[in-house]
């Protein structure tokens, strides 16, 4: 399975914006899927968490209320939509996914996207 991350850029305090992670060469359904962010000097943290039907979903506490994360399986996409964004939402976002053997909520991640930058300027 390869993953896409994009959508990120460079937005001000209060703005919204959606990522979009796209998955090729295998089947998107028995994955849950997670957006990880990594900001500068920071370790990498999980974002949020979606399972494999879109039913459950969990996020950090840093986003919650601010942040939904949603699938739609038939295009093969996962999706991150920041709103409300903070000066200490930037950093490079990551979507991973790890396959339905892995449990819920996963611990461990299959597969990585590249990372897409976003940057909140206040």
């Known amino acids: 399975v390869q993953l896409q991350a994009s959508g990120g850029g460079l937005v001000q305090a209060g703005d919204s914006l959606r990522l979009s992670c796209g998955a090729s060469?295998?089947?998107?359904?028995?994955?849950?899927m997670a957006w990880f962010r990594q900001g500068p000097g920071k370790e990498r943290d999980l974002v949020g968490i979606?399972?494999?039907?879109?039913?459950?979903?969990d996020y950090a506490d840093s986003v919650k209320g601010r942040f939904t994360i949603s699938r739609d399986n038939a295009k093969k996409t996962a999706y991150l939509q920041m709103n409300s964004l903070k000066p200490e939402d930037t950093a490079v976002y990551y979507c991973?996914?790890?396959?339905?053997?892995?449990?819920?909520?996963?611990?461990?991640?299959?597969?990585w996207g590249q990372g897409t930058l976003v940057t909140v300027s206040s």
């Open positions: 979606i399972n494999w039907s879109g039913s459950s979903t």
């Open positions: 060469g295998g089947t998107f359904s028995i994955y849950a």
């Open positions: 991973a996914a790890a396959h339905l053997t892995k449990g819920w909520p996963p611990r461990e991640y299959d597969y």
